[in-house]
């Protein structure tokens, strides 16, 4: 079996709970392996998780699209897929990085013109899998697995045009399976350090608002674009910069270039934005770690992002070099805090 690609379990959950796998062998040929005990005859789900960990723990090449999230899944019921071989949705970011969906209908339609269609398709609202007819439950899962697999070969081919099949392989499907790992296992913080720095950062802000007040000689909403554009319309060189229209983010960081006022404003705005990134931390603590979602494509190439909590969008803990993410002989590591 090492030889064949096999489709990689598309999964759909109720909460955590595992619904359904659909698996496809080879392209126009996929299987539907319902694990409720309501789908089951004269077999038990302990069974059925049985033969899926025994499959996907073997020596089989696993393709499958956003597979870190099956993966996840599949790893809370003690099913561990032993080789990630193929993320078609990677592949599609690696390929085609400027694109703005990855979702398998999308990356179907544009690659192969095939139209998959995506759950909320022919879920209505208020419904969950468990309204749907068995037969439609089928006929999704297979045409999900089958769609993923003929990705799969579209897009070796197009990753070996590029010369990238190596890079696609060494360096961005390893950490599949680490992300999985670090999301279920969690990443330990240093939660003393984060308080420390948290009280100091809290302080800083409390004294340029201060600032910022006394410079302007009112109060005002410093997270309101729009109280912050009615102190600007009252000084004489910002007025006529910030014009009639709404004032926009990127505008300030613009004026903040040459207006020492609006680079306080600008300042502030960056701590108490640094402020909230460690209070989501905090919030998220459970016995020293926090789990966060990883994902490889809502950044450039060769970075990761996480949210809940956005643990890379720390500058501090970045340009200090305590926040830390490197792939070194198959070993993630990762530390937040000294």
Same mark, same amino acid.
């Given at each position: 079996?090492?030889?064949?690609?096999?489709?990689?379990?598309?999964?759909?959950?109720?909460?955590?709970?595992?619904?359904?796998?659909?698996?496809?062998?080879?392209?126009?040929?996929?299987?539907?392996?319902?694990?409720? +005990?309501?789908?089951?005859?004269?077999? *038990?789900?302990?069974?059925?998780?049985?033969?899926?960990?025994?499959?996907?723990?073997?020596?089989?090449?696993?393709?499958?699209?956003?597979?870190?999230?099956?993966?996840?899944?599949?790893?809370?019921?003690?099913?561990?897929?032993?080789?990630?071989?193929?993320?078609?949705?990677?592949?599609?970011?690696?390929?085609?990085?400027?694109?703005?969906?990855?979702?398998?209908?999308?990356?179907?339609?544009?690659?192969?013109?095939?139209?998959?269609?995506?759950?909320?398709?022919?879920?209505?609202?208020?419904?969950?899998?468990?309204?749907?007819?068995?037969?439609?439950?089928?006929?999704?899962?297979?045409? +999900?697995?089958?769609?993923? &697999?003929? &990705?799969?070969?579209?897009?070796?081919?197009?990753?070996?045009? =590029?010369?990238?099949?190596?890079?696609?392989?060494?360096?961005?499907?390893?950490?599949?399976?680490?992300?999985? +790992?670090?999301?279920?296992?969690?990443?330990?913080?240093?939660?003393?350090?984060?308080?420390?720095?948290?009280?100091?950062?809290?302080?800083?802000?409390?004294?340029? =608002?201060?600032?910022?007040?006394?410079?302007?000689?009112?109060?005002?909403?410093? +997270? *309101?674009? =729009?109280?912050?554009?009615?102190?600007?319309?009252?000084?004489?060189?910002?007025?006529?910069?910030?014009?009639?229209?709404?004032?926009?983010?990127?505008?300030?960081?613009?004026?903040?270039?040459?207006?020492?006022?609006?680079?306080?404003?600008?300042?502030?705005?960056?701590?108490?934005?640094?402020?909230?990134? &460690?209070?989501?931390?905090?919030?998220?603590?459970?016995?020293?770690?926090?789990?966060?979602?990883? *994902?490889?494509?809502?950044?450039?190439?060769?970075?990761?992002?996480?949210?809940?909590?956005?643990?890379?969008?720390?500058?501090?803990?970045?340009?200090?070099?305590?926040?830390?993410?490197?792939?070194?002989?198959?070993?993630?590591?990762?530390?937040?805090?000294?």
């Amino acid at each position: 079996m090492s030889a064949r690609s096999i489709q990689s379990p598309q999964t759909k959950i109720r909460g955590r709970r595992l619904f359904l796998v659909a698996l496809a062998v080879s392209e126009g040929q996929a299987f539907y392996v319902p694990v409720r +005990d309501t789908d089951l005859r004269d077999v *038990s789900t302990a069974s059925v998780i049985g033969c899926l960990r025994d499959l996907l723990g073997g020596q089989v090449k696993v393709v499958g699209h956003n597979l870190k999230y099956d993966y996840v899944l599949l790893r809370r019921y003690g099913i561990r897929i032993r080789a990630p071989h193929f993320d078609t949705m990677l592949a599609a970011h690696e390929c085609f990085g400027d694109w703005d969906f990855f979702n398998l209908g999308a990356v179907a339609k544009k690659l192969m013109g095939l139209d998959v269609k995506r759950y909320r398709d022919f879920v209505d609202e208020g419904q969950i899998l468990q309204d749907i007819p068995f037969k439609d439950l089928v006929e999704h899962g297979c045409a +999900d697995a089958d769609a993923a &697999l003929r &990705l799969y070969g579209r897009l070796r081919t197009i990753l070996k045009e =590029k010369g990238i099949e190596n890079q696609f392989a060494n360096d961005v499907m390893p950490l599949v399976r680490l992300l999985g +790992d670090k999301e279920l296992d969690g990443v330990r913080v240093n939660m003393r350090f984060i308080l420390r720095t948290k009280d100091a950062l809290a302080s800083k802000a409390e004294c340029a =608002k201060v600032s910022i007040f006394a410079t302007t000689g009112r109060q005002f909403d410093l +997270d *309101s674009m =729009k109280d912050i554009a009615a102190v600007f319309s009252r000084i004489e060189g910002l007025r006529e910069q910030v014009g009639q229209q709404p004032l926009r983010p990127a505008q300030l960081e613009q004026l903040a270039q040459r207006n020492e006022l609006a680079r306080s404003i600008v300042q502030y705005r960056r701590l108490q934005e640094q402020l909230r990134l &460690l209070e989501g931390i905090f919030r998220r603590e459970k016995s020293g770690k926090v789990f966060p979602l990883f *994902s490889q494509v809502k950044v450039a190439y060769g970075s990761i992002s996480a949210a809940d909590p956005r643990l890379f969008e720390l500058e501090l803990c970045s340009r200090l070099g305590r926040c830390s993410i490197r792939l070194s002989n198959n070993i993630f590591q990762m530390r937040v805090g000294r």
